[in-house]
């Protein structure tokens, strides 16, 4: 990137982050579930798109919770809070618990390869350790069974982290080989209440230690692992070892997510993408490659020798009585992002806000121009939004907004255009995002609050005034979208190549939509209310439904092709 596109982001700041995109309508905000004491979530961290359009939240409690969009009913998949380090008091909590988690891309698919999985803390000695844990999803009474620990041992902390898991496809198209990428942060380590630790972000783990089971230098780092857990072996060899380690010199990685095709399909060896907080400026967006260093702690942002400097608190006298991140101490006795070497170093694509904090040595944290992203999602529709096709959404923690980052047509790099970055669904209180997922329509977008204003650090004890606390946030694009491609040439109705059977039907429907039909079909099912009961997605010719738990009655069954067409509605007889 040019040395001037990031020298526009100082002009940003003078206008308070706050691009705004022309002409782009959205509804107004809804609140998909109850924004009561029963209805909200407790202390959630991360949302995936699960089955049947449903939202699947971890909370930081230790539960994995099924939501319906349409009226934001609730069903607990997972309940392992007795297992799970969760460390609250009062309105603060730490930043330990449950974290993220990653469905298998061949969920449901009928391979037999119906895994979740979640990663958490836990007690070990009474120490913070974190684990790595695939479920099996039961389907015929939703739950997640079956635990497998695919990795633990995993240094925790109260504060940083990561705790981000994703799910990429290394190999091709037609013979997929995927692997399991877990962000962990760097604990938190040489600041407030944890600045008496050292840092373990540059140190790559030895062979002894990898032996012994000490897995302390996996903080700071993005590891990838076989879907069993193993170390992959074209993971990069770093100082001579090889490990789960795949890139390292990350501060708190919170945000990965994987370049898709057009139909929201993952890419094989598509692009990794992370969003990563910064201390007081410099949050970033990179592009993660096996066996890179991106710097941290001597490099926040990008290596331009800016105001960040790295100070080394841990085995200094005064550590316990730590004055702060923008210290004096740490301005005059720091060293300079110039001073730090290696050959692996890479610059992150994008740098929010690496202008000097206000106040200098006396910065304040709410004041710091530091945004806070807390997850990032790809968004790949080349027929909704104009505009939108390979932009990277990122929701925060300290601006009660979502940014979305233009790349360019490779997606390597971000556009060197003013507008470069724009501000989306700010709220006029505080909102703290914790994540964001697009519907597969392109156009409706499910944002989650956190619970409080408060966690470790500089905000514990404050509430924040947060609004919508444990919310899921619905907006929809409601201007115009791009021309949707035609199925084929066809001079037939598309429904003439659907068949939907037995009708009437008892337990089992089939649907069966013929190669004229563009792949993947997505089926819903109505009831005579309306209400939208049944939903999925299927790559196959024939599908096959289970009504088993559906009553006897009339139902309506709409079906859409991969340009989200709608291609057949056709009455159903449950008998």
Known sequence: MKVNNWLLLTGFLLYSFMVQAQAEDFSVKRIVNPNTASGRFRHPFAMIMGPDDSLWITERRGYVMKMSTVNGGKHTLLDISSMVRFTASGTSIKQDGMFGLALHPELNMGTGNNYVYVAYCYDSSSVRRVRVVRYTYNRT????????????????????????????????????????????????????????????????????????????????????????????????????????????????????????????????????????????????????????????????????????????????????????????????????ESSFNNPDYKDPIFDMFNATPPGWTACNWLTNPTLAPSSIAYYPFNNKIPGWERSLLMPTLKSSAVYRLKLNEAGNAALSVSDSIIEYFKEPALNRYRDIVIANDGITFYL?????????????????????????????????????????TLTVPLNRYVKIFPNPASNVLKIEAGNKIAKPVRYEMYDMRGLRILSDISRQVTTTVSLINLPAGVYFMKLYNRFDVLVSTEKIIKM
Not at 164 to 185: C, D, E, H, Q
Not at 472 to 486: A, F, H, K, W
């Open 448 to 488: 989650l609050t956190d619970s409080v204003g408060a966690t470790s650090g500089p905000t514990a004890g404050q509430n924040g005034g947060v609004t919508d606390r444990g919310c899921v946030l619905e907006y929809r694009y409601t201007g115009s979208v791009l021309s949707i491609p035609n199925d084929s």
């Open 141 to 336: 009474i939703p739950s997640l069974i079956n635990p497998v620990i695919l990795l633990s041992g995993i240094h925790g902390s109260d504060d940083h982290n990561g705790g981000r898991l994703i799910i990429g496809n290394y190999g091709t198209a037609a013979i997929p080989n995927y692997k399991l990428l877990f962000s962990v942060g760097d604990q938190g380590n040489n600041q407030f209440g944890n600045a008496c630790d050292s840092i373990e972000a540059q140190y790559s783990p030895t062979t002894a230690q990898l032996s012994s089971g000490d897995l302390r230098r996996y903080a700071g780092k993005i590891l990838r692992m076989n879907l069993d857990g193993a170390i992959p072996s074209d993971n990069p060899l770093i100082n001579g070892v090889r490990s789960h380690v795949f890139s390292y010199g990350h501060r708190n990685p919170q945000g990965l997510a994987f370049e898709r095709d057009k139909n929201n399909e993952l890419i094989a060896n598509g692009i990794l993408y992370e969003s990563e907080q910064g201390p007081a400026t410099d949050d970033e967006v990179n592009i993660i490659e096996g066996g890179k260093n991106y710097g941290w702690p001597r490099v926040a942002g990008r290596k331009d020798n800016g105001w960040y400097k790295y100070y080394k608190w841990a085995g200094t006298a005064n550590c316990s009585n730590y004055p702060g991140e923008c210290s004096s101490q740490m301005m005059n006795n720091g060293l300079p």
